[in-house]
Each structure stands twice: as C-alpha cells, then as structure tokens.
C-alpha cells in the first residue's frame, strides 16, 4: 500500500501530535499520580476531581474550555502569544495539548495504580542506606513504576491519535498542522467519493495502533524481567 | 554509647521510650506484638516524625528535637533489615548488595568480599530476589545493610519471616555478624529464644515504656524483672567456663563459680570462646535443702536463697545466688512451706544435665 502524499501527511501529523503530547503528559501524569498517591493534603478530593474530569466532560467542551483560557483573545492566550510567541489554536502544539488534556486522566490512573503497587517500605529501605528523595525516586521507585509508566504512554499515545473532539474545537482542522488521522478520515467523508481515502486512513491507523501494541508489550516484558520468579 | 529518648505516636498509640545501650554488642528489644517495638524502629530509622527525643549514637546526635536536630532517614547511618527483607526486586543481588555501599559518604572500612563470604551469598550474586528462598533474602538483607556500613544496625525480627528449620542457621550467621564486625545491633523481637541467644543488653518495652533496660545478666534469674519472671519459660542464664581437663567419658564438664556442671557433649562446637551460655528453665530446677545421694541428677549446687516471688499461677519463683550469678527455681507455694524456704537460707539446687544441653536459647527454639 503506498500513501499519497496528503495520506502521508495526515500519518506524520499524527505522530507529531501524539508524541508531542506525550512529552508533556507523561511527566504531569507521573507527578499527579505520585501527589495522589504519597500525599494527603487539603482540598485533595477536588484536586483529584479536577484532574479526572477530562474523562467525564465531553471532548468538545475540553477543546471550548481551552478556546476560553488560550485562544488569542484570551488573557493567557495573549500573554502567551506577547511573551513568548507562541500561539496555541489552529498549531500542531494547540492540537497535542487538546489531545494530552483529554489522555491524561487515563494516563494518571494508570500510573497511580502502578505506584499503588510499590510497597512504601521499599522506599524506607533505600531511605536507610542512604538515599536521599530524589534519588530514592530514580533509583527504587520510577524503575518499579516503569511498566505502568509504559502502559500509560502507549494508552495516552492511542488516545492522542484518535482524539477528535477537543482537537478540532481548539485546534481546527488545518492539513499539515492539526489534521490528525481522525481529522483526515472525518475529512475525507465528508468530501464526495472521499469513502476510498477514508478506509486506507483508518487501515493506516489499526497499523499504526497494531505496532505501539506490539511494541509497549515488548518493552513492558524487558522492563519487568526481574518479577520472572526462579 | 548509645542513648535513646524518644516520644512519639502512631494511630492512637504512644511510645515514650528511653534507655542507653552500650556500643558494642546486640541490645534486644523484647516485648509483646502491640508493645510500641515497631513504633520505636520507625522513629529510630527516621521513618515517622517524633512529638520529641534526643538520639546519639557514638557521640553522633542524630536526633535532638530541644536542638532543633532531625536528620533524615538517608543521613543518620542507621542500617534496617526488616522482617521479609525487603529486597529491591528490579535489582539483582550484586546490586542490591551494592546499594548502599555506593552512596556511603565515608571510605569503605569493611570489604566486600569478607561479607559476603561470612554472610555465604557468593553464589547468589547474579540472581534475582524473586528466585531466593526466605533465608537467602534475609542473608542478603543483612549483607546489604552491612555494607552501607550504619553506626546501628536495626534488626526488625530477622527470624519472623523464616522457616523453622532456618532459624537456627541465620541466629548462627547473626552471632558470627555479631563477633566479626563488631557494630551495635539493636535486635527487635518477641521471641525469648532470639534474646538468650544473641542479647547482650536487654531492654524490656510494654504498652509504649521501657520497663526494664540492663545487661541481660542482671535481667535474666531475677524474681523481680518485670514481663520475664512471671512467663512459664522464666529462667537463669548461666555464664559456663570450659576447662583444662574437661571431659569425663561423654560428659563435658564446665565450671560454674568454682562449681562443677556437667553437661553433655552434643554442644562442644558451640564453645569456641571458652564461655557458653546455657539457659536453665526455672521449672527444671529442683531444690533440696540436704545434699541428695542416689540420685540421677548429675549438677548439685551450693546456693544460698535471695529472695522469693508469688507468681500467677500459684507457684513460687525462688531466686538463688551461685557465686555471683543467679539461678531461679519454681516450687510450689506447699513446698516452700515445707522446707522452709526463706532468704538467706543456703539450700541445694539440682540440675539435669540434659536441661544444660543446648546453648542459650536452641531448645526454646526447637520446641517454640
């Protein structure tokens, strides 16, 4: 099967916008997870409620809640836009972000579960021997946490290839910049005669979810070679 | 010296602990599961924030909350080897063993090779903790605190998490821990079997406070000593000295304050020191107030009654001094009436040689 150049287009979009998501995400969902999970603290149940409530408020209200906070007439949009220039709507940045918000309540529970996992007196033993915190952190708790680390990419990686609904109230539906996959397919159907492009595009993408399967399965094995028992 | 203060609480209950232990040589926390023995752990390691205290271990104050001082769990060199071992599971054996070594600020005293020799984990190096039996775990616990090289060693109840058959191998590798490098351990437990074995201190925790807290001679064969005295497996712990000739056929023959005490030989090994420690049952010790004759007991002591103490269950603890040691016995309260049992009164105390047979602590083990 080889792609037509727009078909290559709408795949490395998708790719932008997932990975560049991901880079974002995945720190603030193992930061979340681990607040959540080593910490009480007051006002924790609304803390924790505001971080799940992508998963329960429709996508398209997401991509309008960020409308409001960093589109160009916004005060943060603008503040963003004058300081930095960096413009979010209609970008492949603005995409990724519509698309990380919505991943990231999944990704947090992901990784909470596996820091749920850890057995806190692990930690006092490295504690003991001379660990401070953030070594304590690299060295016993982030390698123990890492398969679930994993499972949370590739879980917000396939959410942030598929989001269609935040994407394209905040980032519209622009060929090259923000028209994922999703988009693309959307695209395509609503074009005459579009329906061939449509079903390659949606191929292209079981491909493309097919291998981040295979391949989080492969690293998730390598990463958690020391729970093999005798 | 060791000195140790500390107040704090966890869910409802409060410790205040406060005793000295001396710098060399195992100091056991004894006390009931509930006591406070885990609270002091944690607040000892650093693990939970104390309401107040004041922790110095060998002029080191780690803690002192008068002073403002309250060094994190990573500085105090306070080495744990929890029950279960407590292994880094994404680490093999080599690098657990390596852990603390690596992040030890001074200069390497102890050399490797010589603990893992003594500890016998050589061929574990490559593993993983999931493929180790619970004894290897606990041997590679101990190899790993150690070479963190800690100013204390805390041994949260080593033997808790191994098998009965075990015991005895890794209460064996803790005395030669013990003797070969020479650090302070303070050994938590409940079992009385693990105190008699390894003590030299002893400190007596119940509901939160320290009731007692000596050299566990002047602990053990005492009427008086609060939460031992009045257990079914109260006794003395003798302090015997091998001698020049001193075998007799297939008896052993140990010297007791100028007395003879024979034992026999299954335990030789055991005496590589010249000193064993033998722990006699006070309901294994019988007293006459005449030299008996015809007799198959074999140890016949000379001793001179200190005191004597009504226990619960009726019976009396009577408290006999040999030389300076102590020896306890119980009679019942009849007997005491009969004989005249009073202070100051010089009676014989007769022991079978097989209630001397084990080293400290072994039979307990064997039969608890």
Redesign the interface.
Known sequence: MVLSGSEWLAVATSLQVALRALTFTLPLALLLAWLLVRYRFPGRALFDALVHSPLVLPPVVVGYLLLLTFGVQAPLGRWLNDLFGLRLVFTTNGAALAAGLVALPIMVRTIRLSLEGIDPRLERAARSLGAGPIDCFFAVTLPLALPGILAAALLGFAMCLGEFGAVITFAANVPGETQTLALAIYGALQTPGGEIIALRLAVISVLIAVAALLAAEWLGRRASRWSRSA | MIEIELVGSRGGFTLQARFTAPPQGVTAVFGASGAGKSTLLDLL???LAPDRGRVVIAGRVVLDTAQGINL?????????V?QDG?L?????VAANLR??AK???QAARLQEARVIDTLGIGHLLDR????LSGGERQRVALG??LL?EPALLLLDEPLAAVDAARKAEILALLECIKREFGLPMLHVTHSLAEVLRLADHLVLLESGQVIASDRIDALMGRAETPLLAMRADAGSLLDLQSRAASTDGEAWLLDLEGQTVQISGNHRAASDTGHIRAYVLANEVIIATQEPIGLSVRNVLRTKIIQLRNRHDGSVLVELAVGRQHLLAAVTETAVRALDLVPGREVFALIKSLSLDAPAGLRLLETG
């Open positions: 390691a650093g693990h994190p769990a990573a500085e105090r060199h306070i080495g744990w929890p407590l880094f599971p994404h680490l093999d852990f603390g992040r030890r600020r993983w903790p999931a493929q790993r605190a963190a």
